[in-house]
T-cell receptor, first 113, second 118 residues
């Protein structure tokens, strides 16, 4: 069964303390991996798409990497405004070639000043 | 700045009442998704429209949920009758999907409709 698992469920860091979030998946024939950020009371906001193992993408203090089995979202010297839930998702073909994004449960990141 | 618009943002209703949620996708997008988010289940796909045609709604409880897209600027999700277990955040998302989601395309979410059924 196609699954997306994120760890840890929650992570609390001090401002400036770098760390990584993990997204592992069991999907045959991966066709990309998506990262979203979700603030409380808001919808998920698109961050990155990674297509192949070894690929990296960066945005401000965030860097996403992809291997054949998992993706990491590295956050360097985070600030309180980076506090949010980070979701990863993979596209799954399910009907007449259509694809849906299957999401992990998310990692709730809190950055203390 | 193009965005997906959802109404209502918040809804509290009594069990048994009909609830209709509306979504205006981003202009030019050909694909619309309805997702439901709960603490226990996370984000679950309820319905999927491509060029206004419903391709899949297997994630919805058929006896009480229905989804339609009467025109390219409006998608609706209706619950009748509503039950307390329907309390959740309902997100609409849209995208311009040519072949695959991974082909440089992604989907963009609205702010959600927060539903509480008492």
């Amino acid at each position: 069964e196609d699954q997306v698992t994120q760890s840890p469920e929650a992570l609390r860091l001090q401002e400036g303390e770098s760390s990584s979030l993990n997204c592992s998946y069991t999907v045959s024939g991966l066709r990309g991996l998506f990262w979203y950020r979700q603030d409380p009371g808001k919808g998920p906001e698109f961050l990155f798409t990674l297509y192949s193992a070894g690929e990296e993408k960066e945005k401000e203090r965030l860097k996403a990497t992809l291997t054949k089995k998992e993706s990491f979202l590295h956050i360097t010297a985070p600030k309180p405004e980076d506090s949010a839930t980070y979701l990863c998702a993979v596209p799954i073909s399910f009907f007449q070639g259509a694809q849906k994004l299957v999401f992990g449960q998310g990692t709730r990141l809190t950055i203390n000043p | 700045d193009a965005r997906v618009t959802q109404t209502p943002r918040h809804k509290v209703t009594e069990m048994g009442q009909e609830v209709t949620m509306r979504c205006q996708p981003i202009l030019g997008h050909n694909t619309v998704f309805w997702y439901r988010q709960t603490m226990m289940q996370g984000l679950e796909l309820l319905a999927y429209f491509r060029n206004r045609a419903p391709l899949d709604d297997s994630g919805m409880p058929k006896d009480r949920f229905s989804a339609e897209m009467p025109d390219a600027t409006l998608a609706t999700l209706k619950i009748q009758p509503s039950e307390p277990r329907d309390s959740a955040v309902y997100f609409c998302a849209s995208g311009l999907v040519i072949e695959e989601l991974s082909s440089g395309n992604t989907i963009y979410f609205g702010e959600g409709s927060w539903l509480t059924v008492v």
